[in-house]
């Protein structure tokens, strides 16, 4: 069985050991390992993506990362996008919307951001923040929250349908995790930049959060778009897990190197005359 498959919410998010491995035997230095040989396929695959995108082929890749503070989404970042070549990724932090983009409907700053043809997208965090911190701290009308569940899932199919794949993960932890990895930042100079006094306001509703992140996971876990929950308290095999659903995703396209969009007989005797 796939990662992919292994990942799919099946139980309560409640349920979920955050210091689980799913569909990963070794330890934690096997895990650093094993993400090391993962790194270079990705960095070949990304580039035959890339190369297909220069010459008319639609196809995308766009990672999605959700997850409480703490849990990981910037180490990700750091790991398994870092795997590829810079210029065939593009980033986007999605922060509390500015007042222009609160003026247009909530997908109109995500739709901006989708990955160009030949490109991997990386959200550290994305539209689902408008159904999550969004709907914990009501800071829209219950029946706007409501409706946004649907209009993700036709946003998620549409970019599909044009040649997109979607990588949605949940990275997973617990609150005694938090309350660890909050404690680190507070004992390391070179941590203080990542605490956020703010951040334990949200801890304070932990509950509300996870009960918003039960129902993205029920409402737009999609056949063309499933959810991953990925066990995030050990870090080494939250990032080898996601970097695995991203090289599966890859490996299901079938890259192949394009051809040429010319004749390389006449160019091999143009260049011989140089
Ligand atoms: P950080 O990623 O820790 O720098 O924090 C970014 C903050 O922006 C988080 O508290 C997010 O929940 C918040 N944020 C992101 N998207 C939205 C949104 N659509 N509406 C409200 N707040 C958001
Ligand atoms: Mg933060």
Excluded at 241 to 257: G, M, N, S, Y
Aim: proline residues 5%; contains cysteine.
């Amino acid at each position: 069985m796939s990662l992919s498959e292994q990942l799919r919410p099946s139980i309560p998010l409640t349920d979920v050991d955050a210091r689980s491995t799913p569909g990963f035997d070794g330890d934690m230095a096997e895990a650093k390992a094993a993400l090391k040989q993962i790194r270079s396929e990705l960095a070949e695959l990304q580039e035959r993506l890339y190369a297909n995108g220069l010459t008319g082929d639609h196809r995308s890749v766009l990672l999605v990362l959700q997850g409480m503070d703490t849990s990981g989404k910037g180490g990700v970042i750091e790991k398994v996008a870092g795997a590829v070549n810079p210029q065939g990724v593009a980033i986007t932090t999605f922060k509390k919307p500015t007042e222009d983009e609160l003026a247009h409907d909530f997908l109109w700053r995500i739709n901006k951001a989708l990955p160009a043809a030949g490109k991997i997208g990386v959200f550290d965090r994305s539209h689902y923040e408008d159904v999550l911190i969004v709907r914990v701290h009501n800071l829209q009308p219950e029946g706007e929250i409501e409706r946004r569940y649907e209009a993700i899932n036709e946003f998620e199919q549409a970019y599909v349908e044009g040649g997109g794949t979607i990588v949605k993960c949940l990275l997973h932890v617990d609150k005694a995790t938090q309350k660890e990895r909050l404690a680190a930042r507070l004992e390391d100079p070179e941590k203080y930049y990542k605490y956020r006094p703010g951040d334990l306001d949200e801890r304070a509703v932990w509950d509300a959060y996870t009960e918003a992140y039960q129902l993205v996971l029920d409402r737009c876990s999609t056949d063309i778009a499933p959810w991953h929950v990925v066990p995030s308290g050990h870090k080494p095999y939250r990032n080898w897990a996601v970097a695995t659903l991203l090289l599966e995703a890859l490996r299901d396209l079938k890259l192949e190197w394009p051809a040429p969009p010319f004749d390389i007989e006449a160019e091999k005797k143009r260049v011989a005359a140089l």
